[in-house]
């Protein structure tokens, strides 16, 4: 039987987080798991007027192509990926895995490879998004396999999405707003600093983000959501992070990282396990292995670690320090076809200084 509130889910994503108006090409972009709150999404962007169409991942299908194509495979650019993500005006994306980590045993040189050739259409992306040319959002349909990696049942794990997105309340766009207005706060204030610092447990790190704007994430690409970030000045970043939680990225896990940042660039990497992967993701191009975006988590409504980095980056009382590509919209001009975020907890005995001032302590924002 359908969850009726799949339908509340949908209505949240077509007009409140990418606002889809009428005549705009929009893809739904969905596993096959997914396909009941797909099927929501493409009700309700048709009633909108809009020309909605669904494109389905099969699941394996990554893993094959990792194993079997061939260096020239790896590194075609599909004229025809291109020129959706030049035409397409929304774009609505939920994850709904079978196993979340298929891609374990792939070749990391492999993974590596591929990604570095789909640069091309990640920059129109990235260029369309900051342009607000291409709506978009990305967000969770509850699979088993989801519930696991969180230590849930599915029905506590279903629970535990929709409260995230605070769809259980009455008016979640309501909700939404009144968080974006407290976020705005925050954000006119770190826009007047230039010097960011993080200290924790194995940590002293410090960037400069002078001239560079801070933005306030309210629902409108991440659902659920809940953070403020910038791209820091590119050759800015200096000192070292130990990141608190295990680090997901294209169906792999890597724990307990180390990295030491010279002038914006990391210069020393270490992991308990995968550490072959991450040094293999930090030297995929030029822009892999500096830093590509800055930002402290503000859902405190989300408190537990669940190995998805779209609910654990939010988790208020964390920072997390993405490698790789940067968000134009941030003045940041770092390109790289990765862009991977890791979480650092602050919520026991960390500091965030702006300009020399303490004003983030122990998981709690002090202004």
């Known amino acids: 039987m359908l969850d009726p509130r799949l339908a509340k889910f949908a209505d949240v994503l077509v007009n409140y987080c990418c606002k889809v108006k009428k005549d705009e090409l929009t893809l739904i972009n969905c596993s096959d798991l997914s396909t009941p709150l797909a099927m929501e999404v493409f009700r309700s962007a048709l009633k909108k007027g809009a020309h909605p169409y669904i494109k389905m991942g099969t699941s394996g299908a990554q893993e094959i192509f990792l194993k079997e194509a061939k260096p020239y495979q790896l590194q075609f650019v599909s004229p025809v990926a291109k020129m959706e993500m030049e035409t397409i005006d929304n774009l609505i994306a939920m994850r709904g895995p079978h196993n979340t980590m298929e891609l374990s045993n792939t070749d990391p040189k492999k993974a590596a490879m591929q990604r570095a050739a789909s640069r091309p259409i990640q920059e129109i992306f990235m260029k369309r998004s900051a342009e607000g040319k291409l709506k978009w ?4 349909y509850p699979t088993h396999a989801a519930a696991q ?6 029905s506590e794990y ?3 999405v929709f409260e995230a997105c605070l769809l259980h309340k009455k008016d979640p766009v309501a909700e939404w707003k009144k968080i974006s207005r407290e976020q705005a706060k925050t954000v006119r204030w770190l826009n007047r600093k230039k010097e960011i610092r993080i200290i924790a447990k194995d940590t002293d790190i410090t960037f400069n983000v002078k001239g560079r704007k801070w933005i306030n994430c309210d629902g409108s690409n991440n659902f659920p959501d809940g953070e403020v970030f910038t791209g820091p000045v590119e050759n800015s970043a200096n000192g070292h992070i130990r990141y608190t939680f295990p680090a ?13 940042f010279e002038n914006g660039k990391v210069v020393k ?10 040094k293999e993701m930090l030297k995929m191009d030029d ?6 975006e800055l930002a402290i988590g503000t859902n405190y409504g989300i408190k537990k670690f669940t190995k998805n980095i779209l609910f654990d980056e939010k988790i208020g009382g964390t920072c997390h320090i993405a490698v790789g590509a940067a968000y134009p919209e941030t003045g940041s001009k770092n390109v790289s076809a990765l862009h991977w975020d890791m979480i650092c907890d602050l919520r026991q005995q960390g500091e965030i200084h702006a300009d020399g001032k303490v004003f983030y302590k122990n998981g709690k924002f002090l202004i």
């Open 137 to 140: 959002v990305g967000t969770q």
């Open 149 to 154: 990696d969180a230590g849930m049942s599915l």
């Open 158 to 160: 279903e629970d535990f």
């Open 248 to 260: 997901v990225y294209s169906g792999r896990m890597v724990e307990n990282i180390y990295l030491e």
């Open 269 to 278: 990497s270490k992991a308990e396990k995968g550490e072959k992967f991450l």
């Open 287 to 292: 822009g892999s292995s500096y830093v590509g």
